[in-house]
């Protein structure tokens, strides 16, 4: 029972890119929590937010959906009046993005080369066999303007946030998020608690990239650093390793 559960669960996080339109979002309530430092978390719908907090301004990592993006403006607001400075995006997907031409009108969006170009373009998402989704171009207000191919830092709240490009793990555009003062990862989808991770394989995904992507994070925080996942808890590095 507990297996048909998480595979039930990954497909519907890997359908999360193209489900927006059919979900109920007036019922969904954001819920914020402390994870040590500056960062907070806030979940609703889609992957988990990130949000570095402090007197230069807000700095979010991924935006959920586009029908929360006002709840998460309040939950922010919940927090502190300061103002959105920057927003990361961890990967392509939409319950990741969704937000961003919302948020892009009070900040600017970072991510990877090949997160614009995914949004750009649109087109083919799946794990090659069971989950196929065929993605509509974004919107150009959408479409990250500020982009990398390796690393980008911002320097803001007394955080060096950094955001490290890993080729062809959960996609061909992923990147993880470090917090190192505040001694917090946010791993996007590289890391999920619900079970065998869905890989975008039609997107650059593979099983041998994500593996390198969890084994080097291991590597290289301290034994006691706080996971922000894709989607799940905030956990730890024992939950990583397992």
């Keep these: 029972m507990r297996k048909a559960w998480v595979v039930a669960a990954g497909l519907f996080c890997a359908l999360g890119i193209a489900v927006s339109q059919d979900h109920d979002f007036s019922k969904v309530e954001m819920k914020v929590m402390k994870v040590a430092g500056t960062v907070y978390i806030l979940q609703g ?19 959920q959906y586009a029908p929360l993006a006002a709840k998460i403006l309040a939950a922010l ?3 502190t009046d300061k103002p959105l400075r920057f927003v990361i995006n961890t990967h392509y997907h939409g319950d990741h993005t969704g937000g961003n031409a919302y948020f892009q009108k009070q900040a600017p969006i970072i991510a990877h080369d090949n997160v614009r170009k995914r949004l750009e373009t649109g087109g083919a998402a799946g794990n090659g066999g069971s989950v196929h989704i065929d993605n ?14 390796h690393d980008v ?45 869905f890989i975008d394989v039609d997107s650059g995904g593979s099983i041998n990239g994500m593996i390198d992507c969890v ?18 808890p905030v956990s730890n590095l024992g939950d990583v390793r397992a």
């Design 45 to 63: 719908a889609g992957g988990n937010i990130g949000a570095s907090v402090g007197d230069d301004g807000i700095v979010i990592v991924d935006d």
């Design 77 to 79: 607001r919940g927090i």
């Design 153 to 197: 830092t911002v320097h803001l709240n007394g955080e060096d946030i950094r955001a490290l490009f890993f080729p062809a793990g959960h996609t061909d555009g992923d990147s993880i998020i470090f917090f190192p003062k505040s001694n917090v990862v946010h791993m996007g989808d590289d890391f999920v608690t619900y079970g065998f991770p």
């Design 136 to 149: 509509k171009p974004a919107d150009k207000e959408a479409l990250p303007i500020i982009t990398f191919d």
């Design 215 to 232: 084994e080097m994070v291991i590597s290289q925080v301290p034994a006691d650093v706080k996971i922000i996942p894709g989607h799940g």
